[in-house]
């Protein structure tokens, strides 16, 4: 019976030793997969940093837009009169000449 007892607590030894090294090895595993999860956090992080960086400059771009628009049809205007005014003048003038020439 001792030899009995003594062969059973060997097994259990036995398996108690592999339970023991899968629980090293699931470990080993968990700290992997941690440090995983961890620099899979600090991506995303930057990500999103980044993600709100480039929104503000979309922003940013967008005003620049819309204040080169109002400053083009600011300048605009005032050419397109002057040009009208230029155009008066010429034509006064050619009508002159024209009237110059007729005498």
Same mark, same amino acid.
């Given at each position: 019976?001792?030899? +009995?007892?003594?062969? #059973?607590?060997?097994?259990?030894?036995?398996?108690?030793? *592999?339970?023991? @090294?899968?629980?090293?090895?699931? +470990?080993?595993? @968990?700290?992997?997969? =941690?440090?995983?999860?961890?620099?899979? *956090?600090? +991506?995303?992080? #930057?990500?999103?940093?980044?993600? @709100?960086? =480039?929104?503000?400059?979309?922003? =940013?771009?967008?005003?620049?837009?819309?204040?080169?628009?109002? =400053?083009?049809?600011?300048? #605009?205007?005032?050419?397109? !009169? +002057? @040009?009208?005014?230029?155009?008066?003048?010429?034509?006064?003038?050619?009508?002159?000449?024209? !009237?110059?020439?007729?005498?």
């Amino acid at each position: 019976m001792t030899e +009995r007892i003594q062969h #059973s607590m060997n097994e259990i030894r036995a398996k108690a030793l *592999e339970i023991h @090294n899968q629980l090293v090895q699931e +470990r080993i595993k @968990n700290q992997t997969l =941690q440090a995983q999860i961890q620099e899979m *956090e600090e +991506r995303l992080q #930057s990500a999103k940093h980044m993600e @709100n960086e =480039q929104l503000a400059a979309i922003d =940013q771009l967008k005003l620049d837009l819309d204040v080169a628009k109002n =400053q083009i049809v600011e300048v #605009s205007v005032p050419q397109n !009169g +002057r @040009n009208e005014e230029q155009i008066d003048e010429l034509v006064k003038e050619i009508e002159y000449c024209i !009237g110059q020439l007729k005498k």
